[in-house]
């Protein structure tokens, strides 16, 4: 191999074993694994293609949920006030547990992965169940969050925060902003939630079999980096809607 | 062939708990700072620790720190493109009323 | 067909073909289809040109011309343009320059296809279901408050191809990295891998942030949700920086492939190693990047800060140096090279030339005072015209001329292949050239009616939309004719040097190469001095 080029093979050997790659695409001898895909020479390549794969499609969804940030950011430097008031409408202490809640669901997760690096398919599915059900929490939780809104309430007793025709009137105009991009926001969380969970309840059942284990975690690990993404996610919409300024408690 | 992961460390249980109890920490100083008035300085604090969280996440839970630099690379582009779209965008923002055009 | 055994016929059958990961087929799947759109965004252009060859509006309604001014923007855009280099010679040669059998992720990359068509079907039902008339660009508030036609299809159709766009890049990218054989350092690629590589960061760093931003208009037509209505303090500009700061960096998705393109052929018909290497490859990732720090130039006039107009100018004005660059070096690679005159050398000619108009115009542009009488007007529409179809549209032809035999096995009419690339040329300068100067002259665009001196050049100009018609269309039959009756094609008949020409056969094996693995001991364009003529 020619010098000072960057690996494509970290297994750091030359591939000069002639399997039977030439032409069939199958796999004849035994010493390939065969979750082995016939484009990749080894596992370690395999796996790290998928890493950096999913970091890649993660920097799309960095941006995808930035153009949501943007839009906050340019309200809430229009509408400072009104940004303030329409925060201390949300509960923050079902936000803050939903954020606990998230974080926990990382810890599990990370766990689940590293379960399936040593090997232990215990270890796996319990982590995997308690994450799917810390997920489950975290919607059933914000389900409540977004009943209350629909109805009038402390605050806003003679319109409910929806933003539109049915939106309290004695509330700014501005707030009308606010709540739709809390909806958005949250809810577009939310399918990633959604899709996180079926995505784990698909690991689950694979972890289940036993299919992970020391020499092959892959699926495991970049699953898991999506979890974690939504959870980031969280971590930043937690402050910017519910903890705005000074003045919260009692808003519900 | 099959199994050269030679290369990938195993973090440790206690790693990780002691990441997430740092998490719950700071999700609670975030609250508790929020109950204070600080003025023009608590969004920037709310931010700096968001930002904290989000780090430990990345570092520990996500296992960057063990990934090739590469990655690194990627993960901290995609930050820093975002920032490309705020500052310039926000330079339109706080810019418009130096002269006072129509439309605020 | 072929007797010999290829991609194309083994394994049979139209399931095969449907369910294929192998990235060869899916190019030539992407082939097919782009192929579909550019002809119904085609229709829509001719539209257009037939309504504008009278100074009334006396051929279709108000509402009607708005609809076929913003279906051909939109299908041309992310129907066609989009995806027409990537999907197609990218997916069929990045694997093959890296010395690879597959892309990173086969089955993505066929999802990313399906992706495609679903949209595009999509696109066709907005067309069948009320049409879109609030221009490519979805302005709001006319396209969340207004507009009666199938803004929300028509978005979705636009959403799910950007995601087929994301899926394409990513693979790209992962590729590029992590699958190179042994010995092909980043210097040794070809310049067309650099150019893709730029290409798809674009991809990845910008698509999702139009996808999000058609997600809030869908949102705010469907759902009320009020996002950028003015009535409750909501910004319409906002829609415009978002939109924007995805949608200029689209125009360098869709040239930079071009770009890449013309690289390989420049060297290849010159028989030259090209010109500053490393220079080019750079500028390309200049171009990628700062090709997102200019979006404001589509603002100038909406009400955006002087001041952060006054940055995106001079930034506008920077972006057009990594292009200069490329042009030069370009012309530099020809200079003293043995330059034969095959059809892609005029296909390669045309662009040089087309690509060097539009980017210069796109100075005039990027001058904030000139833009303020320029913006809106036939000015622009030349322009871009001018680097979209002159550029990426010949670069495109000439990639496919210069690929189709080591695509298809078989040998087209070179000399048709000529003439074609002279029509091109001829019609769009007669279709575009008279619209600088109509824009000049103040014709607004996106307008049915004009006052009647400015009819000679929108005669002029649909006459020449007549032979660039004929141009295109006589490509597509004596390409189709050449699967049939061409001649079987060698392994390398232009004598270029490559992984793609030197070590895979015409057409490709499934798994590309008959070694394994690959071993790349030689620099991109090795070719002997100039002069020498070598026969592969």
Redesign the interface.
Known sequence: ??N???S????GH??TT??A???Q?HNVHG???PR??????????Q???S???M?????????????????Y???R???PD?WVSASNHLD?GLG?LN??VL??S??T???A??SA??GSRMGQVVNLILTIMFGATFLVVKYFEYAAKFTTGKGHEDGTLI???TFSPSLP??E??FF??Y??MTG?HAAHMVVGIGIMLVILAMAWKGRFG??YYGPV?VS??YW??V??VW??L???LY???????GGH | ?????T??I??P?GT??A??VG??IL?GA??VV?????GWL?TPV??A??LL??SL??I????VRY??P??KV??V???F??LI??SL??AD??SRPWIGVPG? | MSERHSYLDAPHGLASWLLTKDHKRIAMLYLISITIFFAIGGLFALGIRLELMTPAGDLVSPDTYNKLFTLHGVIMIFFFLIPSIPATLGNFFI?IMCG???????RINLLSWYLYVIGGTMGIAAVAFGGLDTGWTFYTPYSTQSSTTSVTIAAMAAFIAGFSS?LTG??F??TI??????????FRLPLFVWSHYATSLVM??????I???L??VM??RTL????FDP?????PV?FQ??FW?YSHPAVYIMILPGMGVVSELVAAVSRKQIFGYAFVAFSSLAIAILGFLVWGHHLFVSSQSIYAGLVFSIISMLVAVPSAVKAFNWTATMYKGAITWESPTYWVIGFMGLFLIGGLTGLFLATMGLDIHLTDTYFVVAHFHYIMVGGAIMAFLGGVHFYWPKMTGKLYNEPLGKVSAVLVFVGFNMTFFPQFLLGYLGMPRRYHSYPPEFQVLNLASTGGATILGLGYGLCVVYLLYSLKWGKVAPANPWGAKGLEWERTQSPP???NF?E??I?V?EPAYNYRPAGTVHHG
């Open positions: 191999m020619a000072g080029h960057e494509t093979m970290p297994g030359a591939a002639h399997d790659h030439t032409g695409g010493s390939h694994h082995l895909q016939h484009h990749f020479y080894n596992m370690d390549q796996l790290e293609a890493t950096l794969g970091w890649v499609f993660l920097v799309t969804e960095i941006m995808f949920f930035g153009g949501l940030f943007m839009a950011i340019v309200y430097y229009w509408y009104a923050v803050a954020t606990g974080i926990f990382s810890l997760m990370a766990l992965v590293r690096q040593v933003p539109g025709p105009k501005a009308q902003l739709a991009l909806f958005i577009i020391p020499d690990e898991g980096l974690h993404f959870d980031i971590i930043f937690f402050p910017l903890l705005l300024g000074a003045h919260f408690g | 062939m099959s199994n050269s992961h290369h990938h195993i973090t249980v990780y708990v990441v997430f998490l719950l999700t975030t609250y929020a109950t204070i008035d600080l608590n709310a931010l620790v968001a969280k989000a996440v990345v520990y839970f996500m296992g990934n090739t590469l990655t990627v993960v582009a995609g930050f493109w975002l779209m705020f965008t926000m923002y706080v605020r | 694997p690879t059998k597959d892309l990173a992720f086969p994301i990513f693979n990218i992962v990295h992590r699958m190179r054989a042994p010995g092909l350092t980043w990845i760093l910008g698509t999702p942030v996808a999000i931003t997600v809030l949102a705010e009320g949700l009020p996002v009535r409750v303090g909501g910004d906002l920086h978002l700061f094996t499934t798994f008959e394994d693995p071993i001991t």
